[in-house]
């Protein structure tokens, strides 16, 4: 009999097996997977809700092969807001992937690695986290910097101790304006690339969050002194085949899906609609 060839477009069954509220607006759903898969911190899967449509997003779950996958969740439209109102556990999705590069960490061994992440962009970002953990010792210093609105739009607030006492890691959070009983800083996440305490040259970065986010994040750091080919942002762009096969994600000659999410800011920053 020959040899059965996975068919890349067919998701495979995801059984919800844990929805955890992580803010008003974002859950975490836990998947149970009818077959194992294998992904690199950054690749991003297919959600298929039947008769409601697709959307893609990163896993929050440790990266690595897996028959369970954790994906958080910001209620944003059709797909998202199905879930949210109609997806609990028992229920069946499918999920297809994993698609893209993901994050270059063998590239960043030997150096400090800059995390910066605001808003839903936590999410994807877990699993960035987690990968940079799995090989700590790559790298000099991994320092995470997290923006949110208000205290209550941070996703898992209960693990930051815990990433901080990771060897040669720190954590530091902020919020756009001060609320009673706040004590970390107050502003827009940019306020946190004023006063770094890393070696610019060595470090490279990665961030997740909103365009905008993006946008004025990676302003701060070329203001700073970063080179453009340190920064890596995680590109968020409709996608429909996941493959570099339809066309609709690309930035010049790159697709997000099949290049990137996660794009190097100096191979793209000449190109126009970078921000969206
Ligand atoms: C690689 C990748 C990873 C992602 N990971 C996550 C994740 O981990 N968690 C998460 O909550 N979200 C993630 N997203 C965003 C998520 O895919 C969108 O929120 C989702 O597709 C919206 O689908 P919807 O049907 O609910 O909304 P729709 O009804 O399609 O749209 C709602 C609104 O959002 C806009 N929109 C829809 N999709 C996008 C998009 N990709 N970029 C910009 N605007 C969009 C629409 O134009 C519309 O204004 C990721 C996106 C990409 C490309
Ligand atoms: S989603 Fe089809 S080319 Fe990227």
């Known amino acids: 009999m020959s040899e059965q060839i996975k068919n890349i477009y067919y998701p495979v069954e995801a059984e919800v097996i844990r929805v955890i509220a992580e803010t008003s607006t974002i859950k975490t759903w836990r998947f149970k997977l009818s077959e194992q898969m294998t992904f690199r911190a950054g690749q991003f899967v297919q959600l298929t809700i039947p008769g409601i449509g697709e959307a893609p997003f990163t896993p929050s779950s440790e990266p690595g092969t897996c028959d369970e996958l954790d994906i958080t969740i910001l209620r944003a439209g059709r797909v998202t807001d199905n879930l949210h109102d109609n997806i609990k556990e028992g229920d069946l999705v499918g999920i297809r992937g994993p698609f ?22 936590l999410a994807p970002m877990r699993a960035g986290i987690y990968g940079l953990f799995q090989r700590i010792d790559d790298f000099k210093r991994v320092s995470i910097k997290f923006g949110a609105r208000s205290p209550g739009d941070f996703c898992f607030t209960d693990e930051f101790d815990e990433w901080a006492k990771r060897p040669h890691t720190d954590v530091t959070l902020t919020i756009d304006r001060d609320s ?10 940019t306020v946190l690339l004023e006063d770094l305490d890393l070696d610019i040259a060595d470090t490279y970065v990665i961030s997740c969050g909103p ?10 750091l070329l203001e700073k002194g970063f080179d453009p080919y340190h920064i890596y942002l995680s590109m968020n762009r409709r996608m429909s085949c996941g493959l570099g096969k339809c066309h609709r994600c690309n930035i010049g000659p790159y697709y997000i899906c099949k290049d990137g999410p996660d794009m190097c800011y100096g191979e793209i920053m000449n190109y126009p609609n970078v921000f969206g």
């Open 100 to 121: 893209g590069e993901g994050y270059p960490f063998d590239k960043f061994k030997g150096h400090n690695v800059l995390v910066v992440g605001g808003g839903v962009g």
């Open 180 to 189: 009673p009983g706040w004590t970390g800083r107050v502003g827009v996440v």
């Open 211 to 220: 365009d905008i986010m993006l946008k004025f994040v990676t302003l701060k």
